[in-house]
């Protein structure tokens, strides 16, 4: 470890002032470190302070925001004195910037060379031919193929994956001395995640800059962090090298991170008996699923020849990256899309049937109340207008469930059923945190007493510790009320924790299916194993973790799956 | 490729459907619904016309025809650049209207480029310099600019520079002004109206575009306010600001007609203000066709434009298929939709809106 | 169509989805709502009781003196036939006030009505209304309304239901756009989930989530509508003379400008003013639903 520190951060606090309110503090007392060559991560739930952080050090706090007390200096240099002009010498130059959302993070009308070239014109570093030739080797630096052609290209013609990369190529035109990277990789795929993280590996390597890490993924920053810094409520909890913060967590905070953090839980859940799963008379059987919105070449929009079954009181789990035709599946199963072809057979349902055929209503109706579906995002599923009791009422007098008298008590039950207190009935759902919204949500689904529950991304918005709370109640609910779970989810940890049998899928196709142990264990596809092979795994948990450059997989099937 | 030629084909047939329809719309309220508008005119005793002499007017302009023989000979006319003839003077509509046009349409041009110009200003001192210290009120005294001038009202505006410039002051000449001393007064009553609209949806999408994260990446870069302004902002934040253009053509009409009137200027306005007067349907009709051509023509010309300006609309009309991309509604229409939503604060997502949603929807009636 | 089609106090980029689990701090009403809040009531006082305010006759200037400069006795001056100015600017606020909500009610019904059975039914009923809402647009909101009033004839009510036709097709883009985003929404699928009929949502769900932005809309255009009876009134095609409407008060003012600006200055101000502090009013109502 080298001695001098790049970064420093010394009591830094930030006050966010809302007008006519008081000011409320988003960071205090922080102090961090970032040493050349060496990356150091933020790690933090949302609303840690985490972001604030990053956003001070590069001088771009919103103008709400206010260093109250504190220091940062970038080497011999106080950042915090700086002015207008100051800051404009040092961003670029000295200090790159990586930003979360690769999507609206490129000036949507300029090419991708003038973007990466931007910093170099800013700084006058470079006139027009000068820095084309620099961007060109810029992003073959960053693993870009085609250079040429895709500097003259524009952002919405690119992946993710690749937008990523071009920003990192701009950020690091001028070779600052430190980059930050504010979430660089949380709005990508997990095999795309995995690129970029080995691409900054590489770059910070080879010239030696330090990287400050802002993530909420505790896996990502045990995985390639050298210093790691857990942040709660604006402070920092524990701080230290990450191998130590791993294993010893000093903290009740960080070790509960830790713990509820699904990618780093190696224990599945006991599998139900496999046999079950095989049984002749499956709950749900999907046959030769087929709904084609749009087909380029090979890639499919939508789903084809999806076949699995699910034994009644077990999970299935569908895994797969953005665009794999899950979430097709999923709505396909709640009877919300009638498929163009396959069968869909559910109990002694045919969710087919009822678009084509002319199905009483009443056989819609039961069919409504076998199979629920709970939504990925609790903010958008529970209608603002409405109190939770209203909500819950609603499907009750729907289906003509109880009466005036016994849904009342229905409607109680169901909030004890998912822990919500009582007194939360009469709020809206403004007034309740996401984890309580997808507790309303879950309870709006169980109160018409289902077979099927379908959980889209039922836990992705959710802030981990939320998400393992969340987990552990599904699991209990479904032991008490024999339930049966699809559980669509792009995060293999958490399937691993939840499902019985798991389904992987990926552009349309499935590409295979099976108990979930097997799948993980012995993983018959190269696309299953990518998938595994990208989970982060922090290095004092798995000791053989591969070493970097040492990939199974063909690039090309890398970045197809990206562009999927 | 730029333009798809599929969907430059489909663009103008939604045009001419427009076109067509709006002309069926003024024909039957201007022309079926007010009945018979020769008897009217000609049956009037004291003009002293033979049953036989109302006949033959009567047979020359197939006043006794079905609806829809006039319907079409209406139609044909149009197409043909015969308006017929005014039911005050006799004269021919169009000898009428192209006598007045040159005159409107200077004033139009003059009052549009003179609001743009406005707009500009008003919108980038309202969105530039410091948002704190003494120098940020000038900033939100501009931000409300816009307000004050939607609020004005445009014959009163006219009066009052009539009043102010001429009267008082004595700068600008209404009486014997030359041409363009003439035209100085009318533009600033036809601008400051017209450019509230547009300083109000530049500040908006400048304010959008500066909250963007490639914005903060760029800022992050070492910009200054003014490398942000000319490279970064402007481009993205025009392009909400071209749909507008098509959109104030209305305004335009609006206040051609009032400025016209006050300055008693001859034009299509003053035309059309006396043509109410004497209820003279013909000339009615047929500046309502005129002036709906020119919006049609305008708003496809902007839309045309858009995949022009916005590289993204390009590649989607290459891959998607037109059929699709026009199917739900066609640009103009969604991006006027968007700025009407956002005028009430609402933000629409369209990307939302294809294909998927659209089966998912519930038969459950 | 009319401006208030592309008029907003700009408000940031802030995605709507953030505002659900925001912090829910009730910001203090601005001074600027206040005092809009105070113009506006002294307008519908007008309206509804107009003596309070004034003790002359608005059509009847008895033996006052003609075109007399403002004072306390006669705050905006006396007209061409010693009418009191105020006192017609009083007394215009009933004709002017009640065109405008006539005007905006034909636009919110017919408008709103159109929208939400074009974004809830979809499929050919939303292209052939859609369609012809693109047709009431493309016609200039003003020629629109001339032809309209010569159909019908010179009158208040006249020009106020010209008015309102021309704001159909606003109401009907906004509520159909709404419609649509809510419809499509996962509460709305929720619903159906549970087993709601397509009636049932549309009342429990669709419309009350849907109509705040389109009441917000109205209270915009309130303040149009005034501007563009006005204007109707001014060309001389509104309320016939000698009955005060507040763009007649300025036309006929009009013609002393020379020698008695007050006539037409002071009027403009007042209408100005109206319509100012309804936009004031519609943009908070608007903050605050939103």
């Known amino acids: ?564 | 490729m730029i333009l798809d030629t599929r969907y430059l084909i489909v663009r103008l047939g939604q045009a001419v459907l427009v076109l067509l329809l709006a002309f069926t719309a003024a024909f039957i309220l201007l022309s079926l619904i007010p009945g018979d508008g020769v008897t009217a005119r000609f049956a009037d005793p004291t003009l002293g016309l033979s049953p036989e002499q109302i006949a033959e007017i009567r047979e020359a302009t197939g006043a006794d025809d079905s609806w829809f023989g006039r319907y079409i000979t209406s139609l044909t006319g149009f197409l043909t650049g015969n308006f017929g003839y005014s039911v005050q003077t006799g004269a021919a509509v169009s000898t009428i209207i192209s006598a007045a046009l040159p005159s409107t349409a200077v004033l139009a041009i003059s009052g549009f480029v003179t609001a743009l110009v406005l707009a500009v200003l008003i919108a980038v001192f309202a969105t530039y310099g410091p948002a704190t210290g003494p120098l940020s009120r000038v900033r939100r005294v501009l931000d409300s600019v816009p307000s004050l001038f939607i609020s004005i009202p445009v014959f009163w505006l006219g009066i009052l520079l009539i009043q102010v410039f001429s009267f008082q002051l004595g700068i600008v000449s209404v009486v014997d002004a030359g041409p363009a001393e003439a035209l100085v007064l009318p533009t600033l009553t036809v601008a400051v109206p017209l450019s509230a609209p547009i300083a109000q949806v530049l500040i908006r999408s400048i304010t959008e575009v500066q909250a963007s994260g490639f914005v903060k990446v760029t800022t992050a870069k070492g910009a200054s306010e003014l490398w942000l302004l000319v490279h970064t902002v402007a481009r993205n934040a025009v392009l909400p600001g071209l749909t507008i253009i098509g959109l104030v053509f209305g305004e335009l009409v609006a206040g051609a007609v009032v400025t016209e009137t006050v300055f008693g200027r001859n034009g299509i306005g003053l035309i059309t203000a006396q043509a109410v007067t004497h209820r003279d349907n013909p000339i009615l009709l047929a500046v309502v066709v005129i002036a709906t051509f020119g919006y049609v023509i305008i708003n496809l010309i902007v839309d045309l434009l858009y995949p022009i300006i916005d590289v993204r609309l390009r590649s989607k009309r290459s891959v998607a298929s037109v059929s699709r991309s026009l199917r739900s509604h066609d640009g103009p229409t969604r991006r006027a939709l968007t700025a009407t939503a956002a005028s009430v604060g609402v933000d629409l997502d369209w990307d939302d809106d294809p294909a998927p949603s659209g089966e998912t929807k519930e038969k459950n009636a | 169509m009319s401006i208030t089609d592309v008029f907003t106090r700009g408000q940031g980029a802030g995605p709507h989805r953030a505002r659900a689990h925001g912090t829910r701090t009730r910001p203090g009403i601005p001074p600027a709502t206040v005092v809009s809040a105070l113009v506006l009531l002294i307008a519908i006082a007008w309206a509804l009781v107009p003596g309070l305010f004034t003790h002359y006759d608005p059509n009847d200037g008895g033996d006052t003196p003609a075109l007399l400069a403002p004072s306390l006795e006669h705050w905006f001056g006396t007209d061409q036939t010693g009418r009191d100015a105020f006192t017609r600017v009083v007394y215009g606020a009933s004709q002017s006030l009640l065109a405008a909500l006539v005007a905006v009610g034909v636009g919110l019904v017919l408008g709103t009505t159109i929208g939400l059975i074009a974004g809830t039914r979809r499929g050919w009923l939303d292209d052939v209304l859609m369609r012809l809402v693109d047709v009431l647009l493309s016609i200039p909101a003003i020629l629109l309304s001339l032809s309209i009033v010569v159909v019908l004839g010179f009158g208040t009510i006249n020009a106020a239901i010209a008015v309102g036709v021309t704001a159909i097709a606003q109401f009907a883009r906004l509520a159909r756009s709404q419609a649509v985003q809510i419809n499509t929404s996962d509460f709305v699928a929720a619903a159906y989930g549970s087993g709601g009929t397509f009636f049932s949502v549309l009342v429990r769900h669709i419309l009350p989530n849907s109509i705040s932005p389109v009441l917000s809309l109205a209270v915009l255009q309130i303040g149009s509508a005034i501007l563009q009876i006005s204007t109707l009134g001014f060309l001389g095609y509104g309320t016939p003379p000698p009955t005060p409407e507040w763009g007649l008060i300025i036309a006929e003012g009009r013609n002393f400008v020379a020698t008695a600006w007050w006539l037409t200055v002071l009027p403009g101000i007042v209408v100005m003013a109206i319509v100012l502090a309804t936009h004031q009013i519609g943009n908070t109502l608007r903050k605050v639903t939103s």
């Not at chain 1, 870009?144 to 701009?170: N, T, Y």
């Not at chain 1, 009483?360 to 199979?371: A, K, L, M, N």
């Not at chain 1, 209203?390 to 009342?408: H, M, Q, V, W």
Request: hydrophobic share 40%.
């Open chain 1, 1 to 564: 470890m080298t001695g001098s520190s790049l970064l420093r951060i010394d009591g830094l606090s930030v006050d966010y002032t809302h007008r006519g309110g008081p000011s409320v503090p988003a960071v205090s007392e922080l102090d961090l470190v970032v040493r050349p060559g060496s990356m150091t991560a933020v790690v933090g739930e949302s609303g840690s302070g985490k972001s604030t952080t990053a956003n001070a050090v590069i001088g771009l706090l919103p103008s709400s925001a206010r260093v109250t007390a504190g220091r940062i200096r970038l080497g011999d240099l106080d950042l915090l004195s700086l002015g207008a002009a100051g800051w404009r010498g040092v961003r670029g130059t000295q200090i790159g910037y990586v930003p979360q959302d690769p999507g609206s993070s490129l000036n949507p009308l300029q090419t991708i060379g003038k973007s990466v070239a931007e910093a170099l014109r800013i700084h006058r570093r470079a006139n027009r031919a000068e820095a084309r030739a620099q961007v060109i080797e810029l992003l073959a630096r960053v693993g870009i193929d085609r250079p040429e052609k895709r500097a003259d290209q524009f952002p919405h013609e690119l992946s993710g994956g690749m937008r990523q990369r071009v920003l990192i190529a701009a950020a690091i035109a001028l070779r600052p001395r430190l980059l930050i990277a504010d979430e660089p990789t949380s709005a990508l795929d997990v095999t795309v995640q995995k690129q970029v993280l080995d691409l900054l590996d590489q770059l910070r390597a080879e010239t030696g800059m330090g990287v400050l890490f802002i993530t909420h993924d505790l896996a990502v920053a045990g995985e390639r962090a050298d210093e790691l810094a857990v942040m709660h409520g604006g402070l920092i909890v524990e701080s230290g090298p990450a191998g130590r913060v791993f294993s010893h967590p000093s903290t009740e905070y960080a070790s509960r991170l830790i713990t509820d953090a699904p990618a780093l839980q190696t224990k599945a859940r006991p599998a139900l008996a496999e046999a079950a799963a095989r049984t002749a008379h499956p709950f749900v059987s999907v046959e030769s699923l087929t709904h084609v919105f749009d087909r380029t070449g090979d890639q499919v929009s939508g789903v084809e020849d999806v076949d699995f079954t699910v034994a009644r009181g077990t999970t299935h789990g569908i895994v797969g990256e953005s665009g794999s035709g899950k979430t097709t599946t999923g709505k396909a199963l709640a009877g919300f899309l009638t498929p163009q072809s396959g069968q869909l057979r559910i109990g002694d349902f045919d969710a087919a049937e009822f678009g084509r055929g002319r199905p009483s209503r009443q056989r819609r109706r039961e069919f409504r109340r076998t199979v629920q579906l709970v939504h990925q995002n609790p903010f958008s599923a529970l209608d603002p207008k409405h109190s939770i009791r209203s909500t819950l009422t609603e499907p009750l007098r729907s289906f003509r469930l109880g009466d005036r008298t016994s849904r009342p008590r229905l409607v109680a039950e169901a909030m004890d059923r998912v822990a919500l207190p009582a007194d939360f009935l009469d709020r809206r759902p403004a007034e309740l945190s996401g984890g309580q919204l997808q507790r309303v949500a879950i309870a709006r689904a169980l109160i018409v007493e289902p077979e099927l529950v379908v959980f889209d991304e039922a836990v992705s918005a959710l802030d981990v510790t939320v998400q393992a709370q969340i987990l552990t109640l599904l699991d209990d609910l479904q032991s008490q009320l024999d339930l049966t779970y699809v559980f669509i989810s792009h995060d293999l940890a958490v399937i691993r924790q939840i499902a019985d049998t798991v389904s992987v899928m990926s552009r349309g196709h499935l590409m295979e299916t099976g108990p979930t142990e097997e799948i993980f264990a012995r993983p018959r596809t190269s696309y299953t194993r990518s998938l595994l092979d990208a989970i982060p795994r922090p290095a004092t948990l798995s000791s053989d973790s591969p070493p970097a450059d040492d990939r199974p997989l063909t690039p090309t099937l890398l970045t197809t799956a990206a562009e999927s």
